[in-house]
T-cell receptor, first 114, second 115 residues
Framework: AQSVTQLGSHVSVSEGALVLLRCNYSSSVPPYLFWYVQYPNQGLQLLLKYTSAATLVKGINGFEAEFKKSETSFHLTKPSAHMSDAAEYFCAVRLSSNTGKLIFGQGTTLQVKP | DTGVSQNPRHKITKRGQNVTFRCDPISEHNRLYWYRQTLGQGPEFLTYFQNEAQLEKSRLLSDRFSAERPKGSFSTLEIQRTEQGDSAMYLC?????????????FGPGTRLTVT
């Protein structure tokens, strides 16, 4: 069965510091992987996706993620945190089959301190 | 591209009542998904449609839940005889089958509170 584990339900960084949000997946087939961001009382916005092309994926708002098959990881990073990055972040996996559904991790709340 | 819209944004109902939510996907998107998100958790898949056909349903979708997409455009999700455990955010997403099938675009959600 496919699953996603996000290590750390809360991450706190100072403004300007590196952001690192961890995601590990479990899949018996090559996965499609995604990071979404959710601001309070809003839906999810796609940050970036991995679809078996380049292993280093760049997304919006300066975020990027690296797919590491040997570690079954897809960690999200941003070199310098901004106050507006404070939100909840979800990692999700989708099988590379015709199944449409996404399986989400439990989320990581990012706090950015001034 | 006006995005995915959902109505209502908030719904408060008493236990035992029926509720219906509506989702309007991005035009020309032929896939539509419903997810449920409880507090502090990631969204959980409920069901999805390709055009008007409902192709997959989660075990989370009990017989009190029904979803339709009659003309392959908007969709409705109905919950009958609501229970307090149904309180959650109900999210709708859409995508287009084709080169970028894997990108799902989410609406703002409908927050249901059952009292």
């Amino acid at each position: 069965a496919q699953s996603v584990t996000q290590l750390g339900s809360h991450v706190s960084v100072s403004e300007g510091a590196l952001v690192l949000l961890r995601c590990n997946y479990s899949s018996s087939v090559p996965p499609y992987l995604f990071w979404y961001v959710q601001y309070p009382n809003q839906g999810l916005q796609l940050l970036l996706k991995y679809t078996s092309a380049a292993t280093l994926v760049k997304g919006i708002n300066g975020f990027e993620a690296e797919f590491k098959k040997s570690e079954t990881s897809f960690h999200l990073t941003k070199p310098s945190a901004h106050m507006s990055d404070a939100a909840e972040y979800f990692c999700a996996v989708r099988l590379s089959s015709n199944t449409g559904k996404l399986i989400f991790g439990q989320g990581t709340t990012l706090q950015v301190k001034p | 591209d006006t995005g995915v819209s959902q109505n209502p944004r908030h719904k408060i109902t008493k236990r035992g009542q029926n509720v219906t939510f509506r989702c309007d996907p991005i035009s020309e998107h032929n896939r539509l998904y419903w997810y449920r998100q409880t507090l502090g958790q990631g969204p959980e898949f409920l069901t999805y449609f390709q055009n008007e056909a409902q192709l997959e349903k989660s075990r989370l979708l009990s017989d009190r839940f029904s979803a339709e997409r009659p003309k392959g455009s908007f969709s409705t999700l109905e919950i009958q005889r609501t229970e307090q455990g149904d309180s959650a955010m109900y999210l709708c997403a859409s995508s287009k089958v084709g080169r970028r099938t894997y990108e799902q675009y989410f609406g703002p959600g409908t927050r249901l509170t059952v009292t």
